[in-house]
């Protein structure tokens, strides 16, 4: 099998990785981010907090330690920098509910949605506040938007370096 052929269907696996992740934290997000305030609370937030934690840990032990390819490893830590952490930790936050159990001021989805980017990329403008146990998840998702950036560049420099090694010998 010629290596074109070959990289072309490791690719596919990746995009259609990155595209399966996307539709769960899309999907996790809608539903757990709209319960009802009689189902949403500790409980059901509890649950969601260690189906994340569970999620994260297989995501990197995936796509991090196995997967060798920096263009993967940039296309995975790409999706997952600008939409699935951010959507599955807005997922945690709304499966608390909205009457100041998880994020002081989250009134709607949105809020959440909204709050989980601020903190994912640290940026932190202060205009809601976790609450409770959301206090640890929020830390939790600082901690991981440091780490997925840092791979993310960590992936790019490798990338861009392997690519002109081969320019520079060939």
Not at 63 to 87: K, N
Not at 119 to 128: C, N, R, S
Not at 129 to 158: D, H, K, M, N, S
Request: glycine share 8%.
């Amino acid at each position: 099998m010629s290596a074109k052929i070959i990289l072309a269907k490791e690719f596919r696996r990746t995009l259609l990785g990155a595209a399966a992740m996307v539709c769960v934290s899309s999907a996790a997000f809608f539903f757990l981010s709209h319960l009802d305030e009689r189902q949403a609370g500790n409980a059901f937030g509890n649950i969601a907090t260690i189906g994340l934690a569970v999620w994260l840990l297989v995501q990197i032990w995936l796509h991090v330690i196995l997967v060798e390819s920096p263009r993967r490893q940039l296309i995975i830590m790409g999706i997952s920098f600008i939409q699935v952490v951010p959507f599955l930790f807005a997922a945690v936050y709304g499966a608390f509910g909205y009457d100041d159990f998880c994020v002081l001021g989250a009134e709607n989805p949105s809020d959440v949605l909204y709050f989980s980017y601020v903190t994912f990329t640290t940026v932190g403008y202060g205009d809601l506040q976790p609450v409770g146990l959301c206090r640890a998840v929020a830390v939790t998702e600082a901690i991981a938007g440091y780490v997925l950036l840092g791979l993310f560049v960590a992936a790019t420099i490798a990338s861009y370096t392997r690519t002109h090694q081969r320019d520079d010998q060939g």
